[in-house]
Every structure is written in C-alpha cells, then in structure tokens.
C-alpha cells in the first residue's frame, strides 16, 4: 500500500509516495533526497534529525510521512540564500561549533526557529531551544557561542 | 500493514472493531512509530490525526476540556493552563525536548499509560476524567480507574480517547509537580510526584490534599493512605515527614536501569515531604513549622 503525499519542501511543492510505516525522516533522505536532515538515534531522543514543520521544530524519525501531506516543511538544504550562508550557518563555522558535524544540521535548524522569534534570546530560550539536540563532541561551549554570534548578527541585521 | 485516517470518531471506532487487538492507534506517534520501528509493526495503523475537533483547549464553566489531539507544547503557549491548571503545565514543561513536544499529544501520553507518564499523576491529583468513546456509547472514566497496568486502559483495544475533562481546583489551593530524573531534558522520570493542597481560610490546617505518583507502581497512583492522614490536620514537620514515608510505603517501585526500587522509594519520601512543603508555602505564605 502506497500513500500519495503532497507537501511543500523549502518552498518547493513535491508529490511522492511512500509506505504507510515510513518516518518522514526516511521520506526526506531516502525517497525526496534531502540527506541534509542526519539520521542518528532513530528514536527521538538525539535531535540530529530536526526539521522545521509548518515552522516548528521537530524529530522527524518519530514523525510519520503520512502526516507531512499538505505540510511546510524547511530542510538545512532551505536556509542557504545561494552562496551565502544563513547566519546561523555562518556563525557555526565562524566559531568552530563544528566538529564530527553530525548534529550540526540538527542544531541549526533548532536554532534557525528560535532567532526567527528573538535575536534577544535569554539563556532560558537558548536551552530550551536545542535541549533536545545533543551533540558528543563539542562540550556545548561553542554551539553557545555560535548561537550568540547568529543572534548578534540577525539582531543588527548583517 | 493496512493503514487508514478516519475523518470521525465513528469511523475510528468501527475500524477498531474490524481489526481489534491488530489495530494500532497513531496520535503524534513519537512513541508508536519507535515500537513500529524496533519492535513490530502492528496489522492496521490508525491515524487519528486528520479527525477535526480533537486539538481544543475549552473552558467549559468550572473546567477545562483538553483534545486528546492537543500537543504537549499547546498545553505548555497555554496563558489559560498556566493559570489555572500550573501543575499540568509544569509537567508538559519539563516534558521531554521542544521537538517531542510540538509532536506529542497528551491523549497520547494518556493512552500509552505508561507509569512515569508526565502528565499523569498532574491528571490524577487535578482528579481528571477522561471521555471515552465505543461503538457502543460514551463513558466518563476517572483517571483513578482508567490505568489498568503498564500499556493498558479501560479502553481495551476498542475505545478511544476523545476528551480530558479537568475540573478547576479550588482558588485558595496550590499544587507542585517534582521530577526526579538525571538530565532533565529528554529524561524519564525516575520518580514523579504531584501534590495539590488547599488550607482551610485560616491557613491552619489542610482542608483537602492530594497525592499522585508515578513511576513507582505498575499504574500512576494516589497516595490515599498519606492523604488520609493529612486531610483536616494542620500541617506540622511531623505530620509532613510521617505522611511522606506513608506515600513511599504505598508505592511499589521496581528496579531498572534507571534506579533500584529502594532508592525510588527514597525519592518518593524525599519529593512527597518537599511537594507539600512547597505548596503549602504557596497557599499559605507559611513555613511548615
């Protein structure tokens, strides 16, 4: 049995079909092409596999294809303006929040929500943002340190 | 696997009645589709998503009616469930990660009755009743009798959740919901207790009190004993620490990967003792002394 779906995907509409048991993750890398969104835990609890979802931030390894039929969704594949980053990109190379890069794509898509809502965040609204992506490799330091930097430059608008 | 997105109640009922015991009931999924993942996929999928009417948040005079369909993070942007259900509130807030949040739903959380839920022991101290749908009628469950053991509620495998019913508590009463787990975020409570109490209009004794536990028994549960021994006695640092060991000595925790049985029951006491400190202090204004 096989589900049409028809969804937009960093601005783009798609149609596709997929398996009824199929996680809109798998839809995403394995059918649509979008391998951007990283697969890790499978089971919800890494945020590797974050996505924007009719502009929330979800785990789409726990989430159903089936359910993205008629949805706006936002890749990492979406934020990039061209050849120029989007900030939040550009601030997690500029202060080497990056190391294996596994979560990265995660991170910035949880990221991306949060400073689309404040360029002011509090450490509150920083934690709560990304304490569902871990990352094993950095400490965090420098993921908080690049999310500072993006919100610093979105808030002057550079 | 056969699959299907009814567009009523009724027409989720009637599949639930063809596939029974084979049927499976998706919500959000964040925990169906991990079972569908690593352990099997179920004969039928039932996506209730796409039924309208079910993601409400209504005040309905003296309560609050919540859509089982309502994400964990509706409830958490809720000023109306701050305000007057804070327990439930703190619970949806420390609820798992933002992510998990914007996809859960707390008619999910309910179903899957697992006995750390995080809603509820929240549920079962706001003395919720959940609204339950079979072919053939409605019922009013109360969420004292819904949980029947680990994964399992009075709706079998041919009911479905369609309402949470929660009646305010009293103005002068405060509650406190207290999980005790490693991480915080995205970490299953090792022991979760929610306390609401409310002091008679001297602030000298307590006129009710509540007590639920998860985490430690087969099902959430009322601490009836330690209630009992609170109910209409003023609130002394005797009283508080005898009821407390009561409240663990009604729990029955088991041990697991996340702790042993004895420390859960530890923690019972230690959370009970410090969940009615903290709400009395709430209601009162007053230490226990």
Request: hydrophobic share 40%; proline share 4%; aromatic share 4%.
């Amino acid at each position: 049995m096989n589900l049409a779906i028809n969804l937009t995907v960093n601005g783009k509409s798609v149609s596709a079909t997929a398996e009824p048991s199929t996680s809109l993750l798998d839809f995403l890398r394995d059918t649509l092409n979008y391998k951007g969104t990283k697969l890790c835990c499978n089971t919800g609890e890494c945020g590797a596999c974050t996505i924007i979802f009719d502009g929330k931030p979800i785990n789409s390894c726990v989430a159903l294809a089936a359910d993205a039929n008629g949805a706006e969704i936002t890749t990492i594949e979406g934020l990039a303006d061209g050849d120029k980053l989007h900030p939040v990109q550009q601030a997690f190379i500029d202060t080497g929040a990056v190391q294996c890069g596994y979560c990265t794509p995660g991170y910035i898509m949880s990221v991306k929500v949060l400073l689309d809502r404040t360029t002011k965040p509090t450490a509150e609204d920083i934690e709560e943002a990304v304490s569902g992506n871990i990352c094993r490799c950095t400490g965090y330091t420098k993921i908080l340190d690049a999310i500072n930097l993006a919100a610093d430059r979105m808030a002057g608008g550079s | 696997m056969d699959y299907f997105e009814p567009k009523t109640v009724s027409e989720a009922l009637s599949l639930l009645a063809k596939y029974g015991d084979k049927a499976k009931v998706i919500a959000g999924g964040t925990d169906v589709l991990v079972d569908m993942k690593y352990k099997e996929e179920p004969g039928c999928l039932i996506n209730i998503k796409r039924i309208p009417g079910m993601d409400k948040i209504q005040e309905n005079g003296a309560s609050l009616g919540i859509g089982p369909l309502v994400t964990i993070r509706a409830i958490e942007t809720s000023k109306l469930i701050r305000e007057r259900l804070p327990v439930l509130w703190e619970s949806c807030h420390q609820f798992a990660s933002l992510q998990i949040r914007n996809t859960a739903t707390i008619g999910g959380n309910i179903c899957r009755a697992s006995p750390s839920g995080e809603t509820l022991a929240p549920l079962l101290v706001l003395e919720a009743k959940a609204k339950l749908a079979f072919s053939d009628g409605e019922k009013l469950e109360g969420f004292n009798s819904l949980f029947v053991g680990p994964g399992r509620t009075t709706l079998g495998s041919t009911g479905l959740l369609t309402e949470i019913q929660i009646p305010y508590a009293p103005q002068a009463s405060r509650s406190a919901y207290l999980k005790h787990a490693v991480r915080g975020a995205m970490d299953i409570a090792m022991v979760g207790v929610a306390v609401l109490v409310t002091p008679d209009a001297m602030h000298s004794k307590l006129n009710d009190v509540r007590i639920g536990l998860a985490a430690v028994a087969p099902t959430p549960i009322r601490a009836q004993k330690a209630e009992a021994l609170l109910r209409g006695q003023p609130l002394t640092a005797a009283l508080v620490n005898e009821a407390a060991a009561v409240a663990a000595s009604e729990s029955s925790p088991i041990s697991d990967q996340r702790s042993s049985a004895e420390y859960r029951g530890w923690i019972v006491e230690a959370l009970t003792r410090q969940g009615l400190e903290q709400s009395w202090k709430a209601a009162t204004g007053k230490e226990v002394a």
